[in-house]
């Protein structure tokens, strides 16, 4: 048989509604400037590799032996780190965690989710969503956020309960700060979706709960006293650690013990449970470049606002931003000069990570330089 008829044949066997669909993923290149995948530009420090490898070291002699199941170490950490950053008191019973935020929200899924089933998110959200939820076989409803020309972005009371009333939803994924829009939800806004959908799970999806400018509140504060509330927490972003995928939540501890029911054993290896305790053992150090991140975001959406373009306030290490006549074009324009941006499938808008000082000034360079063709000046 040839390559053709193989595919063919395996397309025939394969899921319906899997046929023809495209997996997620962002270009990697070889480019000089990356700013596409919401990575850290910064390396871990000196000192905390230093102690992942001494921790690697020390549990490398009994990987004859199946991890901590549990992994009830971590799972402290965990709690600790999310009490002293958030001043609400988490104890490891709240605490879950996978290999990437990504398997804890697949983790919900199979065990609130799957056949029959609906899950609702508010689009243009991460979309990794909608692909957790339909490769359980869960439908997926694409809910809308707002339209005005102020804050074409947000999502407001009335609409989301408006829709989860309508479309009676297993699970709610909201996202805050979302991605790829950069913008947070208000508190009233999840309170009001968690109290419209009776009979669902609520997931707030926080991976860049550190990046929000002050006075952003977390979802956090409300996890008391509401039992199918999520919110789910990585590692990758504010730690700088997204080559060590931990991702974890916090929920009801009712709820974290159904995800038992649909983990796969032993899911988080003893090497993966060392390098994670290992950077959070130096959490200040991790997140020492926060700051230093949030600045250079500021500092792009200022200028890019200047050069014409319509950049949208973020709450997250990227920003997206608007204004631009063709998205692709101005995408490939970028990368002709050597800067990789994220295209997010939003007409005339395009993504970028906030890095270091040096790519932030690479990055500026380049949307100045092409700015008269790409930007849309009739719309400003």
């Keep these: ?20 669909a495209s997996p997620y993923g962002a270009p990697q290149l070889d480019v000089p400037v990356r700013l596409n995948t919401n990575e850290s530009s910064y390396p871990v420090p000196a000192e905390v590799v230093a102690d992942i490898t001494a921790r690697v070291a020390a549990v490398a002699p009994s990987l004859n032996r199946y991890p901590d199941r549990e992994f009830t170490e971590l799972r402290t950490a965990l709690a600790a780190y999310l009490t002293s950053t958030s001043g609400v008191v988490v104890g490891p019973a709240q605490v879950w965690a996978g290999n990437g935020s990504n398997e804890v929200l697949q983790h919900v899924v199979l065990a609130f989710g799957g056949p029959g089933r609906t899950a609702l998110g508010f689009t243009p959200a991460y979309s990794m969503h909608p ?8 439908a997926w409803v694409d809910g809308l956020r707002g339209s005005g020309p102020d804050a074409p972005f947000d999502l407001t ?21 979302n991605n790829p829009t950069g913008t947070a939800l208000s508190l009233e806004v999840v309170e009001a979706v968690y109290a419209a959908a009776e009979r669902a799970v609520v997931v707030v999806d926080e991976a860049y709960a550190e990046f929000a400018r002050p006075g952003t509140p977390s979802a956090l504060t409300l996890l008391e006293g509401r039992p199918r509330l ?3 927490r990585t590692m990758s972003k504010a730690f700088a650690f997204a080559g060590g995928r931990l991702g974890y939540l916090a929920a009801d501890p009712a709820l974290v013990d159904a995800l038992r029911l649909v983990r796969l054993p032993y899911h988080l290896s003893a090497p993966t449970q060392a390098i994670a305790l290992g950077a959070l053992a130096h959490a200040d150090q991790m997140l020492g470049t926060v700051e230093a991140i949030k600045e250079q975001r500021d500092r792009m959406v200022t200028r890019l606002a200047e050069l014409g ?3 949208v306030a973020s709450d997250a290490n990227f920003v997206l931003f608007g204004g631009l006549v063709d998205a692709a074009d101005t995408w490939r324009a970028l ?3 050597g800067v990789l941006v994220r295209d997010v499938g939003i007409p005339h808008y395009l993504r970028v990570t906030a890095g270091t000082p040096a790519e932030t000034d690479a990055f500026l360079a380049a949307v100045a330089e092409i700015a008269d063709t790409a930007t849309d000046r009739s719309a400003s």
């Design 1 to 20: 048989m040839t390559e053709t008829t193989d595919r063919a044949a395996l397309d025939a066997l394969l899921r319906e509604d899997l046929r023809g």
């Design 131 to 138: 692909l957790i939820s339909t490769g359980t076989g869960m």
């Design 157 to 177: 009371v009335e609409s989301a309960v408006a829709q989860v009333r309508e479309h009676q939803p297993h699970v709610v994924f909201l996202c805050s700060p």
């Design 230 to 232: 999520v919110v789910t």
């Design 309 to 311: 373009y319509a950049p």
């Design 335 to 337: 990368l002709d000069r």
